[in-house]
C-alpha cells in the first residue's frame, strides 16, 4: 500500500510555455502532499505544501504566481509550470502523507526546458 | 527551521566493509529522523526512520542512532553490497511538521 505515481514521468517544452504535473496518491488518501525540486548531484529541496480545499503553502523564495498547485481532491495534486524557462529544468518529485509521519514520494518527473 | 547537515559528501568502501554517514540538526524540537536511499533518477525510497524516544534502531544490515543531546544521528550499513552503491539523503522535522532534507551523501561500494 501506499503508492504514489506522477505523470508525466518525463517532458519536454519550449521556454515560455506551461507545462502540469500530477501527483496521485493511488490507494490512500491524502492528508497533505509536497512538491519538491531536485537539480542534478543536489538535495531535494521542498517548493510547497498542497492541502485539498485550501491554498498552497509556498517556500521562500518560490513564485506562487510561477508554480501554481491545485489540490483538488485527496488523491490529486498538481503542480504548473508556467512559462518555463531553460533554469526551471529540473527534477519534480511529489510526496503524499496520509496522517502519519511518513511520506510516500512519486517516481519523479524530469522537466527539460528548451 | 530545521538546518541538517550530512557528511560526508562522498564514500567509498571495499564490499564487505561498513558504511557510515553522519547528520546534525538544529532543532531540538525535531522528533522523527528518517533515512532515504535514491538511486540515480529514481524516487526517494524510505530505509530507515528514528524517532526521539528511541536511541537506536536496527533493521537486518542498516542501523541507525540517534544522540539527542548532541543532536546528531547515524546510518549505520553493514556488510556492504554493491546494491547498496546510492545517494543517501537523513532528513528531520522542521517545526511546521515538514521535512528538511541533508545535502546527500553518494556510496560506492567497490566489488
Known amino acids: 500500500g501506499a503508492v504514489v505515481s506522477q505523470h508525466p514521468s518525463w517532458v519536454i517544452c519550449k521556454s515560455g510555455t506551461s507545462v502540469k504535473i500530477e501527483c496521485r496518491s493511488l490507494?490512500?488518501?491524502?492528508?497533505?502532499m509536497f512538491w519538491y525540486r531536485q537539480f542534478p548531484k543536489q538535495s531535494l529541496m521542498l517548493m510547497a505544501t498542497?492541502?485539498?480545499?485550501?491554498?498552497?503553502?509556498?517556500e521562500q523564495g518560490v513564485e506562487k504566481d510561477k508554480f501554481l498547485i491545485n489540490h483538488a481532491s485527496l488523491t490529486l495534486s498538481t503542480l504548473t509550470v508556467t512559462s518555463a524557462h531553460p533554469e526551471d529544468s529540473s527534477f519534480y518529485i511529489c510526496?503524499?502523507?496520509?496522517?502519519?509521519?511518513?511520506?510516500?514520494f512519486g517516481p519523479g518527473t524530469r522537466l527539460t526546458v528548451t | 527551521g530545521e538546518n541538517v547537515e550530512q557528511h560526508p559528501s562522498t564514500l567509498s568502501v571495499q564490499e564487505g566493509d561498513s558504511a557510515v554517514i553522519k547528520c546534525t540538526y538544529s532543532d531540538s524540537a525535531s522528533n522523527y529522523f528518517p533515512w532515504y536511499k535514491q538511486e540515480l533518477g529514481k524516487r526517494p525510497q524510505l530505509i530507515i526512520d528514528?524517532?526521539?524516544?528511541?536511541g537506536e534502531k536496527k533493521d537486518q544490515r542498516i542501523a541507525v542512532t540517534l544522540n539527542k543531546t548532541a543532536k546528531h544521528f547515524s546510518l549505520h550499513i553493514t556488510e556492504t553490497q554493491p546494491e547498496d552503491s546510492a545517494v543517501y539523503f537523513c532528513?528531520?522535522?522542521?517545526?511546521?511538521?515538514?521535512?528538511?532534507f541533508g545535502a546527500g551523501t553518494t556510496v560506492t561500494v567497490r566489488a
Open positions: 510526496s503524499a502523507r496520509r496522517g502519519g509521519d511518513e511520506q510516500y
Open positions: 498542497s492541502n485539498e480545499g485550501s491554498k498552497a503553502t509556498y
Open positions: 528514528i524517532r526521539s524516544n528511541v
Open positions: 490507494d490512500f488518501q491524502a492528508t497533505t
Open positions: 532528513a528531520g522535522f522542521r517545526t511546521d511538521y515538514k521535512l528538511s
